[in-house]
C-alpha cells in the first residue's frame, strides 16, 4: 500500500514537504495506525500521537485523504491509494503529524468545562431523573481530538476568538445538565459575535467527528437558549 | 551539566485517574502542585475503562461493604491486605457520591438515583448471588470518570505539564524523596523539579504483553523509576488475563457485557461456565474465567476456522437494551470483530489486562519497603505511589472488576489527604544532592551517543513475544525459567540500543526507547517472581504446581532490580475493624 506523509522536523527542514512510503500490508494490519506504526518501524523519525488505539483517548487525529479522523479507528481497507496523512489542519505543526493545541484547549477551557452547583451537596447523590440523563447522551462522549475544530472553516481563521465546535458541545453538555446551576452564566461568556456566533452551520464538525457526535446540533440549542431567555 | 530547575510542595507523576484524585485534593486546599503527563490527562488509560465503579451503594439490592470486603478478599485468592481492603470497601460510597457531585454522568434508575449493574466475583451474602454493584456510566465509566476529574481540576487551578516524561526519583543521602527529573517532550530539555513529596501514579504496565487490551502509554515507568532508585516491586508474577478481548486485536470488551446477560459459548454452542462455576457462571471472577477459556480452546473446543476463541453472546438482550447500555461495545465490535453484535456473538480471548503488582504501599498511599534484612515495612519518605503502579495489596493476586476505578478513588485521595498532613510536618524544601538528575542523564546521554546498536522495536517486539509465551495464563516451571534466562537476554539487549533519530523536538523515538528500559524491568520482575513461586493462586495458575499452598506461600514478594533478587513479606489478615477473613478453598 502507497502512503505520502507529511513530514517536517524544524531542526532541520526549511519547509514542510511530503515522503512517500511502501508497506506491504500483514492481514493484522486493519487499522491505519497499525500501517503508520509499521511504517514508523523503518523510520523512526516519524512524529506521531497515539495512545489507547481503539477511538477514546482522542490522541491520533490527522487529517487522511482529505478528511479529518483517527488513524487507529480508519479502516485501511476504505483507503484510497496513496494515503494521503497530514497533520490536522488549521493548528500549528510542531513536528510531522503532531500539532500544537495549545489554542484549542485554551478555548476549551474557557467555557468552564465542569459542573457548577454551589449547594451543599446532599449526602448521597444528587438526583437525576434517566430523561434528564439522556439530555447528556451524545455530548459527554467527546474524546477532544480537535478532529471537529479542525475542520471548521470559523476555527481556522479566529482560533482565539470563535469557541469552536469541540469546546461549544462541551458548553452545551454543562448546559444541559440539570444538576448545572450556572446556564445564564455560560450564555452570557458565549454571547459574542466570535465566541458562538462565527459558527456560520457548515456542518464540517459533525462530518468529521469520529465518535458520531453533533456539534452543530448542540450549538444550534445554545442559541435557542439565547433567543428564549430574551423573549 | 547544571538543569533548570522549578520547586513545588508536590509532585504527582501521571495525569489518570488516582493522579488526578489526589490532584485534586491537594490542588482545592491550596497546596502548590503539579501533574505530570506523557499525554494530555484526558488520554491516560483511566478512559478507556467500560463496566463501572464497585460500590455498595445498595441502590439496586441490599448490599452492604463488609460483602464487598469479602468478594474482595475472595478474589484475591486471599493475598490482598485485609486492612487496605476494609478501608477502600468502606470508602466505596463516599468516593462514588463525591464523583457524582463533581459532575459525573453517571447512567440513572426511575428513582433518580445512580444506577448499578452485575459484575463478576460480587455477591450478596458472602457468595450467595450475584448482585448489582457496579456504578456504571453506559460502557464509557472510565471516559466519564477521567473527564469528571480533568474538568475539576481545571476548577481548581491546578498545574498540568503535559507531554512531559518523568525519567527519575532524586533521593538524597537520607534516602528521602526530593523531587524527579522530567523531560519535556516538545522540547527534548531535560528539568529539575524539587518537592517535598512525590507521587506516582503511572498506571500499568501492560504492554510487556503482545496480547494486551493496554494504551501504548502504559510502559510501567513509574515501576522502573521506583526499581532503579532502589524500591523493590511487590507481586509482578500476578497479571490479570481478561476474559473477553476481541481475538486477534485484543481490544476489550468490558465486564458489563456479561453483568448485563451476556453469556460464552464454545463451539459447540455449550454455555460452558455452567460447569466451571455453578453459582456465579458468566460473572465468576476473571482468573476463573480465563482459565476456563483456555481449557476450552485448549481441549478442541474453540469457535472458528483455527478453533482459537469462544463466543461472546449478547443479541438476545436485545437492540434497546445493547444501544442504552453498551453503545461503546457496538461500536468496537462492528470496528474491531467487524460483528454486529444485536446479531451474532463476538469472538474473544482472554487477554492481558491489569497488574495486580505494583510498587509497595500502605492505605495512605506510602511507599514502603523493608529495610535491611529485618523484614520490616518502613516508608519511604516523601514517596507515594497509587492506581495501578502500586500495589496496597487490595487485589493480591486478582482483582474484581470495578475495583481499578475505586482503587484509583479511594487511593488517590487517601494519599492526597496525607500528603497534606506531611507537608504540614516538612513545611521546608531539603537539599538536592549533587548527584541529582546524573542517572537521567547517563540515560539520555547513551541514547544521543550510540551510533549503532539494537533497534528499539525490534527489542520490544522480543520482550513481548517471550512474556507472552512464558507466562501465560498456564505456567510451568520450565516455560518460566527458560523465560528468565530469555528476558535477561533481553534485558541485555535495551541496555544497547540506539535511534537514529537524535533531534530534541518530540523524539518519540527517544521516549520510545526510555519506555522500553521500563517496560524491560517489569517484564523480568514478573518471570522471575512467577518462576519462584510454587503454587497457584489467583493469577498465577502452574501446570506443575496446581494447588494454592496457604503453608509455604501466603506472602507478598518483593523483586529487587539490583541482581534480580527476591524477598517476601506477610500478607496482611488483620482488617481493620472486623474480624479476618481466613483463606478458603475458592468456589464460585
Redesign the interface.
Known sequence: MKFSIYRYNPEKDNKPYMRDYELELLPTDRMLLDAILRIKTMDDSLGLRKSCREGVCGSDGMNINGKNGLACVTPLKDLKEPVVLRPLPGFPVIRDLIVDMGQFFKQYHSVKPYLINDNPPPQKERLQSPEDREELDGLYECVLCGCCSASCPSFWWNPDKFVGPAALLQAYRFIADTRDEATSERLDNLEDPYRLFRCHTIMNCADACPKGLNPTEAIGRIKKQMVKRMV | MALPRQIFDTVIVGGGGSGLRAALQLAEAGNHVAVFSK??P????T??AQGGIGAS?GNMQEDHWLWHMYDTIKGSDYLGDQDAIEFMCRKA?EV??EL????M??????????YQRPFGGHSQNFGQRPVQRACA?AD?TG??ML?TLY??N??AHCQFFVEWMVLDLIRDYEGVVVGIVALEM?TGQPMIFQAKSTILATGGAGRIYQSSTN???NTGDGLGIAARAGIPLEDMEFWQFHPTGVA??G??ITEAVRGEGGILLNSKGERFMERYAPTMKDLASRDVVSRAMDKEIKEGRGAGPEKDYVLLKLDHLGTEVINKRLP?IL??AL??ANVDPTRDPIPVVPTCHYQMGGIPTNYYGQVVAPRGSSGSNEVVPGLYAIGECACVSVHGANRLGTNSLLDLLVFGKSAGDHVREWLKGNPQHRDLPQDAADRSLERLARLDNAESGE???EVAAAMRRTVQHHAGVFRTGKLLAEGVTKIQQVAERARNTA???K???????RI?ALELENLVIVAEATLVAAEARTESRGAQAREDFKDRDDKNWLKHSLWYLEGSRLDYKPVNLQPLTVESFEPKVRVY
Not at chain 2, 105 to 113: A, C, E, K, L, M
Not at chain 2, 503 to 509: K, L, P
Open positions: 499525554v494530555f484526558t488520554r491516560s488509560h478512559v478507556a451503594l460510597a462514588v457520591y457524582e457531585h463533581f459532575g454522568p453517571f447512567d440513572r434508575n426511575p428513582d433518580g438515583t445512580i456510566a464509557r471516559h466519564a473527564h474538568q475539576r481545571v476548577r516538545e494504551a501504548f502509554i486477534g486485536a481490544v476489550l461503546g461500536e468496537i470496528k474491531f533497534n528499539i522495536s535511534i537514529k533519530d533531534s530534541r523536538v518530540f523524539n518519540t523515538a520510545e
